[in-house]
């Protein structure tokens, strides 16, 4: 059996409608905060499992009869670290024979403002590649399904006003890292291993601006603007200050480089390559 955390989130959910074209939904456990959240999940066959990452009861219950853990980090900032050992311990003295950790593709992290964040994702790989669990690791990098949170949901009107000057991403949508996931959950030989997930090619943010022109025939602009007006008028949207700090964070991030990452283990993983940034803005924007 394999259980997947942060099932009724974005990408645990991807990783479950992989996982169910390729297992029995009964092999399949939905680990979730809210029962109320998981009815479609029910509806499949899946078997939904309640708890929490601060509960180890909750984990211990969970992980009975579980051979496979997909573990979706967490999103309780401050904790996440405390949380993801939890896991892991449990899955220890559960005897779990993998358990695939989901974290970030970045470098440089010690000099970002994200750094407590980012740094507790690569604390949890190091705790679990001593943990003695078997382990695959997906460091997975900025999703394309953010853009329209970065860029704005009218962003075909407006253009793109963002400090993000030229820094490049390998953009990759989530749909496609949660079938990267699931894969590793079922093949075998990704036992102790990392893989870094980043799309084929790098963007900028001009380059993103013009493949909107493109899909939309619309011409979407793209101004790098400063980053302290940008969190003015973030502040000015009501956006709470953790908010803004985190949207601020990443932003910087993208334009210092610390996503400018490459690799082709997406593309093994997924025995094919990617689908582009063109294809995956049209899917996001749904145009
Ligand atoms: N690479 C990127 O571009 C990128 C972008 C966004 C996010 N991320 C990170 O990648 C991860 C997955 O992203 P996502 O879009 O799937 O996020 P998401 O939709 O917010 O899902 C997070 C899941 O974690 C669950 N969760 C949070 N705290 C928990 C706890 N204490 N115990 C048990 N479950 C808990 C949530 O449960 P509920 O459903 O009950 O809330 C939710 O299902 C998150 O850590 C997120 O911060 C990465």
New binding site residues.
């Given amino acids: 059996m394999i259980l997947v955390?942060?099932?009724?989130?974005?990408?645990?959910?991807?990783a479950i409608d992989q996982l169910l074209t390729k297992v029995e939904p009964s092999e399949i456990v939905a680990?979730?905060?809210?029962e109320g959240?998981a009815g479609s999940l029910k509806e499949k066959g899946v078997q939904i499992r309640i708890?929490?990452?601060?509960?180890i009861r909750s984990l211990e219950q969970a992980l009975e009869g579980v051979d496979r853990v997909l573990l979706?980090?967490?999103?309780?900032?401050g904790?996440?670290f405390q949380?993801h050992k939890n896991v892991i311990d449990t899955a220890k003295k559960a005897n779990i024979k993998q358990l695939v950790y989901?974290g970030?593709?970045v470098k440089d992290e010690a000099n970002s403002t994200l750094k407590a964040?980012l740094e507790a994702h690569f604390q949890t790989e190091e705790y679990l590649r001593n943990s003695s669990v078997p382990y695959t690791i997906l460091r997975?990098?900025?999703?394309t399904?953010?853009l329209p949170l970065f860029a704005g949901e009218k962003v075909f009107d407006t253009g793109i006003i963002l400090p993000a000057g030229d820094g490049q991403i390998p953009f990759a949508l989530?749909r496609e890292?949660g079938e990267a996931a699931a894969n590793v959950l079922v093949q075998t030989g990704h036992e102790n291993r990392t893989y870094v997930l980043t799309g084929s090619e790098l963007y900028s943010f001009k380059e993103v601006a013009q493949l909107m022109s493109e899909v939309s025939g619309k011409n979407v602009t793209y101004i790098s603007s400063d980053p302290k007006a940008h969190e003015e008028m973030l502040l000015s949207f009501g956006i709470p200050e953790f908010g803004i700090a985190t949207i601020t964070g990443?932003i910087t991030d993208m334009r210092e480089g610390r996503y400018t990452i490459l690799s082709d283990d997406f593309e093994v993983l997924l025995g094919r390559k990617p689908l582009s940034l063109k294809e995956g803005l049209q899917e996001v924007f749904a145009i």
């Fill in positions: 955390t942060g099932a009724t989130g974005n990408l645990g959910r991807a680990f979730v905060r809210d959240k708890g929490d990452f601060d509960d979706v980090s967490s999103t309780a900032h904790k996440l949380q989901t970030t593709a964040m997975n990098t900025m999703y399904d953010t989530r890292m990443f």
